[in-house]
């Protein structure tokens, strides 16, 4: 992203692929790693149910947004006030807040996200799916805490297709939108996303769910 080597206001380095190039963010003198969200890809084997196991080739990509919190709608932070450590620049050039305890819990993110073939992904209420992480426990928080995945698959070319998680943290004071009331036929299997996608199949909502 050209942003990422600009100088706005002395905002050099803050930009999200500044942090992901470095491997961290340093927050008053403290580094938190940020290798478990730079980019990477695995194969995924679909076994269809003809019996024939068909591969897609997953590339994956992290938002800033798993690690940071944005300002309410109207609203900016005003980091003149605020540590200018915690600032994190989205791609859309919006300031954010850097949150420690959703850096924390972004480390089981890899393991969800190479796992989805095994996982029920909900539609929401616009063009991504969501998917949601209920174990014994998730990093800084709680016993029996649910985290929630927010993602979209783009399809980059025969049977391979690009994962970006858009967001993803436990719902809180600080969570970024609204509770959606999800119904059962609100899903799919995350292996028949995968495999929709990269052939080009339409991904679509159950009838009578349109939003």
Known sequence: MAE?????????????PDHLARGFIEISGVRHSLEHLRPFAYVAHIEESNGVVTTVRVSVEFSSHCVSKGPRKGQHFDFSQLDPSLLVIDER?????FLAA???????????????????????????????????LIPGYATGTQYEVYFNVKRLGNLSVLVFVESAYVRD???????YKFKKDDRIKGWRLLLNRGRGRPVRRPPGRDR
Request: net charge positive.
């Open 4 to 16: 990422a080597s600009e100088d706005r206001g002395g905002m050099r380095g803050k930009y999200w």
């Open 93 to 97: 050039r919006i300031r954010r807040k």
């Open 173 to 179: 004071e600080d969570s970024d939108n609204d509770p």
């Open 102 to 136: 959703r850096h924390t819990a972004s480390t089981v993110l890899p393991e969800i996200i190479r796992t989805l073939v095994e996982r029920p992904c909900l539609f929401t209420s616009q063009t991504n799916f969501l998917t949601m992480e209920l174990r014994e």
